[in-house]
């Protein structure tokens, strides 16, 4: 399926190595301060402000660091970064050549999603081209002293190796599974050296802010949220696809764009995310309040939730590591729950049973997957209650 | 004693479960820093780096723990030792998370105990736990959680149907999957600590499961049966193979006349199993309580350690003057030391080329069966096919040994049966014995003459130092006590991964009448230079192994000790449960101290081993009847062969 490119991206206007020059001329803190004016916060779904984690990197003691740009887009509903890949290819490898130059990094790695590797040649062809043009290998661009490369990688398929811990294991040719943190990559990451991990989205941003300047992206946005992101936008609408909106636009604003208009719930943030239901349709797309790492999936009024929720956990009961307690057992819990609630035999005291256990996967999970699992459990069963029950009384 | 195992920086183990290594501080004033953490309205100082766990431990504060253990690297899977660390969002696990500047931590709040709670509920939830018939009842972690957090029902269900099938494969080690709670300390043990790497987790979420190569039967991959594994699994999931019905059917069949040996190790051991503190002594008490079960001998292992440092130290004699003064350049030394059947297998499977370096001396289990089968047997007009010989050992491994094919020279099986520490003590218990107070007895005729050299084979270093005193008498014609005090050979002694000890031969006594039919003097060893070395566990004995490969230091060795099992036979896989630095320390004083009251000290020395060379093995040692009887040959196994 190549999905549709909705209106005009910012990618489109920037030109070729602007922010690479820009970088190499501000020096590595310049770059890393130019990323924090820009307020720009990793766009792969946890927000954390990209140029603080630059900064650690660069700011640890090691002669050999690492670059990795993590393209296991592997969240339900999102497919924005196959976009970006797909037609912004160089800026992503130039912003991961300004995040080599920013950290003191000679080799930088592209863990490309297993089933992604259609574009692999494609990536090799435009690494191969970055080559010859000098943007990578010694001496990029004249500078003495800056080498630096990158190599692709490939995942197999496991949806916990998006977590960047697990990914750099998964790199090491190891079993694909989050390490305890701390410490944390950017000071013990790939082979224990600093390694800063990024979204393929915030690469290409920090390209991008690299070429225009801080005060363009940080006036873009909200407070908090500065800036642009791309939005995986997929269910029950008339437009799906991949758009550009600035951070902060509310959930009706974007389902008025993308002719979701009637819709009853918005999934935000992929099966890690929320479900904001039609009365809460006013929240807005940021960190400060409704995160996302850009899947956006629409439900329209005949959408049964219980089978939303039912599809979600699956999802998770499918993608769990196995490694912590309560992510590999809880999930398991949750879905046999919602089968229950399916035949109508689910209590109310087990269902309040089971947002409690939500709860506590939540907080005592070791990784971002097993703490996010049952965000769209209970964000259903809190918003859509009446609606899952109402089995139990049809029956 | 401190004890090292192994050093961290070359671990086999994945990142995510290895030891947390600090960046040193970029202030030099920093190192060594101390930092405050308060726990519970407590405040602490520890050293940068130290682990929440390890910090509360300090305040005398409880925080329960499953996955983590003392001997292994930290995991931080099973989220039991969740807390609530002040400015953090998430429970942050207290064994995996380093102290770096000052916090505040909560132990148990209402979070923590939710959290905690629902942890053993969906553990229990997957537990195919039957209490009754499991033999980890009372001494169960999952139990114990269980009870610690208050659990009165199963609020996740509990499984009724088993799962999995047993695996019953191996002669040594049992696994049951359905008991297994994912905790991976034997994933960790196996990688990490024994670097045998036999398990590790496969498939995801509720599918993972902790398996073998292929997922096959634990007998026919590359376990070295070392059942460290067992020694550190917090449930029943793993155990070893036990023959206690056997044992108890030959000692009912009034036709079967049953003899037991005692290793040294179970006996500084088996009081844990009883109440008693690690580091007890029962070896006495345990003579009458083994009468009272209905054995009819007990004997001393120690008679055939006695007889192993004169067989292995004369087979080392052997290749001395073989590669000294005979100038044969295919003499394999160094010679290894070959008691430890774990350690047996883990060569057989990983350096087959080194294999010619094992002595062919059988362990001292095995040749006390063939004595018993032979001499004992013909001493006391017995038919051997009517003695049962079983052996109380530390040991999972020695239950695959004793079913060797080539252990039974004699025409019989060596040993029929191995019994390990934690058997033993419930068929005593099941006798009704109280075995800390029962009276004492002494060892049966005609073994009962034991010396302090047999007893120190239970700590690592033991066999060695057994094997010095024997040597340096017999060479320098000295007494061993004119060189070290007390005949405590010091060097050779401790916890230390890999040790190395040089013996210099400054002078050379007459050759003693055991010996003369192999040496005329010794004059070709007069100014060299006995060198020696230590390990224990195999991931020491594969770094000893790499150096030899590599042409290092070992390879200049003349003799090396190598024990499977971390702190050598007193931290076997047939120990009671739990192990740890401080209990295998306690066993081991327990066992030096067993070494100092003895009169005799001394292997050449023991009266009924010099007695069994006048009138059985008569020519002597590594003679023709001993080469028979005592020694065996080795298979090489390699990766791919059972």
Not at chain 1, 1 to 6: D, F, H, L, T
Not at chain 1, 61 to 68: C, I, L, R
Request: aromatic content about 8%; charged content about 25%; glycine content about 10%.
């Amino acid at each position: 399926m190549i999905s549709s490119r909705r209106g005009n991206f910012t990618f489109n206007g920037i030109a070729p190595e602007a922010g690479l020059k820009a970088a190499l001329q501000k020096g590595r803190a310049g770059v890393i301060g130019e990323l924090s004016a820009s307020g720009l916060k990793g766009r792969g779904g946890a927000g954390f402000p990209t140029g603080v984690k630059w900064n650690l990197a660069a700011a640890a003691k090691s002669d050999v660091k690492y670059v990795v740009c993590n393209a296991d887009e592997g969240e339900p509903g999102t497919f924005k970064d196959r976009v970006i890949l797909s037609d912004f290819a160089p800026l992503v490898f130039e912003g991961m050549t300004i995040g080599g130059w920013a950290i003191g990094a000679k080799k930088g790695v592209l863990y490309l999603r297993g089933e992604y590797i259609y574009l692999r040649p494609h990536l090799e062809k435009v690494l191969a081209e970055r080559r010859k043009q000098n943007l990578l290998g010694t001496k990029i661009l004249g500078k003495d002293g800056f080498d630096f490369d990158i190599g692709i990688r490939m995942g197999s398929g496991a949806y916990v190796c998006g977590e960047e811990t697990a990914l750099i294991e998964s790199l090491e040719g190891h079993r694909g599974e989050p390490r305890n943190r701390p410490p944390f990559p950017v000071d013990t990451g790939f082979q224990n050296k600093p390694t800063i991990v990024n979204n393929v989205e915030t690469l290409t941003w920090a390209a991008c802010i690299l070429s225009k300047g801080a005060a363009w992206f940080k006036k873009i946005g909200t407070d908090k949220s500065a800036g642009l992101k791309l939005y995986s936008v997929s269910g029950d609408c008339t437009r799906p696809g991949v758009y550009e909106f600035p951070l902060g636009i509310t959930v009706a604003k974007l389902l008025g764009e993308v002719g979701g208009e009637n819709a009853k719930a918005v999934q935000v943030g992929g099966a890690s995310g929320r479900c904001v239901p039609a009365s809460e349709f006013a929240r807005t797309l940021a960190f400060e309040d409704v995160p996302t790492g850009g899947s956006i999936i629409v439900f329209g009024p005949q959408r049964d939730m219980l089978r939303v929720a039912r599809n979600f956990m699956d999802f998770f009961v499918e993608e769990s590591c196995g490694q912590c307690t309560p992510c590999r057992e809880g999930n398991v819990k949750l879905l046999e729950g919602l089968e229950l609630l399916e035949e109508g035999r689910c209590s109310m005291r087990y269902l309040r049973e089971l947002c409690a256990l939500g709860e506590t996967m939540a907080v005592a999970s070791k990784c971002g997957l097993g703490q996010s699992s049952p965000t769209a459990f209970l964000s259903i069963v809190q918003h859509f209650q009446d609606e899952l029950m109402g089995r139990m009384h049809g029956r | 004693m401190a004890e090292s195992v192994k050093a961290a920086d070359d671990s086999r183990a994945p990142v995510s479960q290895r030891p947390k290594t600090m960046a040193p501080p970029s202030d030099i004033r920093d190192i060594g820093a101390l930092v405050t953490v308060n726990i519970d309205g407590q405040d602490v100082k520890v050293p940068m780096g130290t682990t929440i766990l390890e910090a509360a431990k300090k305040a005398g504060i409880r925080i329960p723990t499953l996955c983590y253990h003392e001997d292994l690297c930290i995991a931080g899977v099973c989220r039991i030792c969740v807390v609530e660390v002040d400015g953090q969002r998430t429970l942050q696990a207290a064994c995996a998370y380093p102290v770096t500047s000052p916090l505040k931590v909560k132990t148990h709040t209402r979070k923590v105990r939710q959290a905690r709670r629902h942890v053993v509920d969906l553990l229990l939830s997957t537990h195919y736990g039957e209490c009754y018939s499991c033999f980890r009842n009372n001494n169960c972690e999952l139990q114990a959680l269980a009870k610690e957090c208050g659990v009165d029902f199963f609020r996740f269900g509990h499984p009724e149907q088993p799962r999995y099938e047993v695996d019953r494969s191996s002669y040594s080690v049992v696994r049951d999957m359905n008991k297994c709670v994912l905790c991976r300390r034997c994933v960790r043990t196996c990688i990490d600590l024994q670097e045998v790497g036999v398990l590790e987790a496969i498939g995801r979420s509720a599918n993972t499961k902790v398996a073998t190569f292929l997922d096959k039967p634990l007998g026919e991959v590359v376990c070295i049966n070392c059942g460290q594994c067992i020694n550190r699994c917090p449930t029943g999931a793993l155990r070893a193979n036990d023959p206690t019905d056997e044992v108890w059917a030959a000692i009912d069949d009034p036709k079967k006349h049953v003899v037991i040996q005692t290793a040294p190790s179970p006996r500084a051991a088996i009081g844990e199993c009883f109440g008693q503190p690690p580091g007890k002594a029962l070896t006495f008490e345990l003579n009458t309580a083994l009468k009272q079960c209905g054995f009819d001998r007990v004997f001393d292992t120690n008679f055939t350690a006695d007889l192993t440092i004169l067989e292995e130290g004369t087979e080392l004699i052997i290749r001395l003057k073989k590669a000294l003064v005979d100038k044969d350049p295919l003499v394999a030394l160094p010679q290894f030391t070959s008691c430890s059947p774990g350690w047996v297998k883990y060569i057989e499977h990983f350096y087959t080329e080194l294999l010619p370096h094992v002595s062919s001396a059988k362990s001292p289990q095995q040749m006390f069966g063939a004595i018993i089968k032979t001499y004992y047997a013909k001493l006391n007009k017995l038919d051997p096919q009517d003695i049962v010989t079983v052996a109380l050992m530390p040991c999972s491994a020695k239950k695959f040994e004793c079913n060797r094919q080539e252990m039974c020279s004699s025409g019989y099986k060596d040993i029929d049966y191995g019994l390990t520490t934690r058997e033993l003590a419930q068929m005593i218990k099941e006798a009704g014995i109280d075995l800390p107070n029962m009276p004492k007895s002494n060892f049966d005729d005609p073994f009962g003459t034991a010396t302090g050299s047999g007893v120190i084979f239970g700590a690592t270093g033991g066999v060695m130092e057994a094997a010095l005193r024997t040597v340096v008498e017999l060479v320098c014609g000295i007494k061993v006590e004119d060189l070290f005090a007390h005949a405590d050979i010091i060097p050779v002694r401790g916890f230390e991964g890999v040790r190395y000890a040089e013996i210099p031969i400054t002078k050379v006594g007459p050759v003693p009448d055991i010996l003369k039919p192999l040496v005329k003097d010794w004059n070709w060893l007069k100014g060299a230079t006995l060198k020696v070395g230590i390990c224990h566990g195999t991931a020491n004995a594969k770094k000893v192994l790499e150096d030899i490969r590599a042409g290092g230091k070992f390879s200049e060795c003349h003799f090396i000790e190598f024990m499977a099992c971390p702190g050598g036979c007193l931290g076997g896989g047939g120990q009671p449960i739990p192990t740890g630095p401080a209990i295998r320390a306690a066993r081991a004083k327990a066992i030096y101290d067993e070494d100092k009251g003895y009169a005799i000290r001394k292997s050449h020395e023991n009266p009924d081993v010099l007695k069994i060379y006048k009138d059985f093995l008569t020519d002597g040692p590594c003679g023709h009847l001993s080469h028979k009887l005592l020694h065996t040959h080795y298979t090489a196994r390699g990766k791919y062969i059972v």
